[in-house]
């Protein structure tokens, strides 16, 4: 059975130490005896006491130099000191440097069973005291540690946080926050808003979460412009409210959004484009049809067919530039649509030409292909390479001259495979030529008016290009030609394989 | 209708330039056309129309604005009336009106495209009936 406690007697009377023992061990103590102080210190390195009686008057070290001793070991060991009449002074004198009680000879066992209950008692509550005191400490830590933890996590974030109080006074915020609103004055903390903040839409918004009027207010979202620097950000406001309902400030999260802006103004663009540029053929049709049907423009039968079939034509220009969204469409979905795989460009361009030639040699072009053996594989979406070859070098059919021709011809260097499409055709005005990728853009002049296309096939070219992380390059000079470079990177491990080989 | 006078039509969309001048032809006018704002200038000093048909969204977007000014503000040239065909109306949400875009814009009267043909005649014959008047 494990003892009480552990008691530990230091007298040099033999008969005390032996009746404390009896008398104590009878209440179930664990108890030691020490004929002094030297043989007392020994003992408590030995085993942990949690009481000792001492006497005062002892030989060798005496009892107060005892107890500082004792003390300096184990400062919770709660030590009684036994005294004669003669030295109540000194027994007093040993309470005052930390001794628990004394307990003047001869005593009663029930007095010294007594009091020793007692100073277990007073040690068990100070140990329990003590560990409170030092979980205490240790959830202090636990929470300086994660209050730095949140601080540093805030401060990574990519997105700005504000927090105020409710006298208006912002007491928290992050990086990201003072270099999107260029926030002044941040070294200053707990001053008003207004002393940092110049945006006046958000400061409104901070006012309007403070105020608290709307009990049920859970988030103001706001868009806020700022000139310098040029940000679009989305501001959500939220107020920070403690369990019970009560408002303590608000919290500001501002995100950039200044990219996505752009990309909705360009899809806007591209959308108010699309509607402008599918009117015109529509209107044209209409145009013809009424013309036909009205009969405002009087006209023979011949001549009204004619019309018709210039509305016709229209009509399939329309649905060549529906194909081409479509197409555009299908790219802008992305690696999802494709189908990448190992495609020998010699294969596609060949094919590609073959298709053509018929169309180029009606219309007195002649068509060379020059390829090298050699050309490696291409990872790639065969369709859209198909389509790419096939935008080309229609165009260097549509945009030549009578009589001229066109070459499609491929070298390779160490990263990419170039395929080069030339013709001799109309060639494209140095002002033109970087608007040529543009979407719907399409060369301007006399000549150019009178062949059909949506604006879009190089737009699409560009696209496919940019999608298997290629590029393409055009020169050109007007009245000479143009060529179109394709830049795709190759499988290189095709060419190790090769290397390898004897 | 052996009225002989002399429109010019301005239009980069060759079908429009066809299907106008088809039905001003068929009225009893003499129709001249040109596919840009350039060429429109041009023809405006060699043959001096009595009416001119400009779509204003011609290769540059201010390329009718432009056009307009310069004919307006020469003064051999300035009381040729101008029709402007547009289609940026419904495209863009903007509507040009006499009334709001006639002191900058200085076009004397707008349609949409498409433009009905018995409405081009009809806006035609009366402007051409306000020069004569004046």
């Known amino acids: 059975m494990t003892p009480l406690a552990n008691i530990l007697v230091v007298d040099d009377e033999i008969g005390i130490g032996q009746g404390c023992k009896r008398v104590l061990s009878a209440e179930g103590y664990e108890v030691d005896w020490a004929e002094d102080g030297t043989l007392g210190l020994a003992k408590i390195q030995e085993k942990p006491y949690d009481l000792m009686l001492v006497d005062l008057m002892m030989p060798g070290i005496g009892g107060l130099d005892l107890i500082r001793k004792v003390h300096d070991a184990d400062p919770e060991i709660i030590i009684v000191v036994i005294t004669g009449y003669a030295t109540i002074d000194t027994a007093v004198e040993a309470t005052k440097r930390g001794a628990y009680d004394y307990l003047p000879k001869p005593f009663a066992p029930e007095v010294l069973a007594g009091l020793v209950k007692r100073g277990l008692e007073k040690r068990d509550l100070r140990l329990e005291a003590q560990r409170l005191h030092h979980e205490r400490e240790e959830r202090l830590l636990e929470l300086a ?135 015109s053929p529509l209107a044209a049709i209409e145009g013809w049809l009424e013309v036909v049907l009205s009969g405002a423009a009087g006209g023979g039968e011949a001549q009204r067919q004619a019309w018709l079939a210039r509305a016709k034509e229209r009509a399939h220009s329309l649905l060549g530039l529906v194909n081409d969204l479509l197409e555009i469409n299908r790219i802008e979905a992305g690696k999802v649509a494709q189908k990448m795989e190992p495609v020998r460009m010699a294969e596609v361009v060949q094919k590609t030409v073959e298709f053509f030639r018929r169309e180029a040699e009606g219309k007195g072009l002649s068509l060379k292909v020059d390829l090298p053996d050699s050309l490696p594989a291409v990872q790639a979406d065969r369709q859209d390479m198909e389509k790419l070859f096939t935008n080309l070098i229609s165009n260097a059919i549509k945009y030549n001259v009578e009589r001229g021709s066109i070459t499609v011809e491929a070298t390779v260097d160490e990263n990419f495979i170039a395929v080069r499409v030339r013709d001799t055709g109309l060639g494209i005005p140095a002002d033109q030529l970087p608007r040529i990728f543009e979407d719907f853009f399409r060369v301007n002049d006399e000549r150019t008016s009178k062949i059909c296309g949506t604006g879009l096939g190089l737009t699409i070219c560009q696209r496919i290009v940019d999608s298997h992380f290629g590029h393409i390059e055009v020169e050109s000079e007007p009245g000479r030609g143009s060529t179109f470079s394709v830049y795709l990177p190759y499988l290189r491990t095709q060419t190790k394989d090769k290397q390898g080989l004897p | 209708m052996d009225s002989h006078e002399k429109i010019l039509l301005v239009d980069d969309d060759p079908d429009f330039l066809e299907m106008h001048k088809a039905v001003l032809k068929n009225h009893g006018y003499e129709v001249l056309t040109a596919t840009s704002s350039q060429e429109g200038l041009e023809r405006v000093r060699a043959e001096l129309p009595d009416l001119i048909i400009l779509d204003l969204m011609m290769e540059k977007h201010d390329a009718g604005f432009s056009f307009t000014r310069t004919i307006k503000t020469d003064p051999l040239f300035k009381d040729i009336p101008i029709l402007m065909v547009t289609s940026v109306a419904e495209a863009t949400g903007f509507r040009f009106s006499l009334e709001e875009d006639g002191y900058w814009m200085k076009a004397d009267d707008f349609l949409d495209k498409p433009v009905q043909p018995a409405v081009l005649v009809e806006r035609v014959a009366r402007l051409l009936k306000g020069r004569r008047a004046r």
Not at chain 1, 241 to 246: H, I, L, P, S
């Open chain 1, 145 to 279: 540690g994660q209050k730095s933890r949140l601080r540093t996590i805030i401060g990574c974030m990519a997105d700005g946080v504000l927090v105020a109080n409710l006298e208006r006074q912002l007491v928290l915020w992050n990086s990201s926050a003072v270099r999107m609103l260029k926030l002044s004055g941040a070294d200053t903390p707990d001053q008003p808003l207004t002393h940092y903040l110049k945006n006046a839409s958000i400061i409104e918004a901070f006012q309007e979460v403070l105020s608290g009027k709307d009990k049920d207010l859970s988030m103001i979202t706001r868009e806020i412009q700022l000139e310098d620097p040029g940000l679009v950000l989305m501001a959500q406001l939220a107020p920070v409210r403690d369990e019970g309902g009560t408002l303590l400030g608000a919290v500001a999260v501002l995100r950039d959004i200044t990219k996505l802006k752009e990309i909705e103004k360009l899809k806007s663009q591209f959308v108010s484009m699309v509607a402008h540029e599918l009117r």
